[in-house]
């Protein structure tokens, strides 16, 4: 549960941390069914020092790890995400600010179902 409450997407990023998170779109399509909503789908790579900033969606989110790897949260305590981790964030649920403290980048595929033409993230204090 964790898990699920803390992981990540990102935000705009100072010019310094842009090197160490990459995120890839892949897809953008319309939502079946709707004229406002879109899915976007991504690629999200957080390199070894990465830290995913605080942030939230007005849509919600859903991810799975596709190469995993070990993140620190702002307390130090580490959180394992194995590959095959998934996790949904509702709208308006904050999450992110854990660290990538591995020696390896942690690798996941996300989907956002948003409105379209808003922003895909919303940073938190």
Excluded: C, W
Aim: glycine share 10%; hydrophobic share 40%; proline share 10%.
């Amino acid at each position: 549960m964790i898990r699920a409450i803390l992981f990540f997407v990102l935000v705009a990023f100072p010019a310094a941390a842009q090197d160490l998170i990459l995120r890839e779109e892949i897809s953008r399509n319309p939502a079946p069914g709707s004229e406002t909503h879109e899915v976007i789908v991504s690629r999200l790579e957080v390199k070894p020092g990465g830290t995913v900033p605080r942030h939230m969606h007005a849509g919600d989110e859903y991810l799975v790890v596709i190469q995993g790897g070990t993140m620190a949260a702002p307390d130090g305590s580490e959180i394992p995400f194995p590959t095959g981790t998934n996790a949904r964030f509702p709208a308006g649920q904050p999450h992110g600010g854990l660290t990538n403290v591995g020696q390896a980048p942690l690798v996941a595929i996300t989907t956002h179902i948003v409105e379209i033409g808003k922003p895909l993230n919303l940073p938190v204090e």
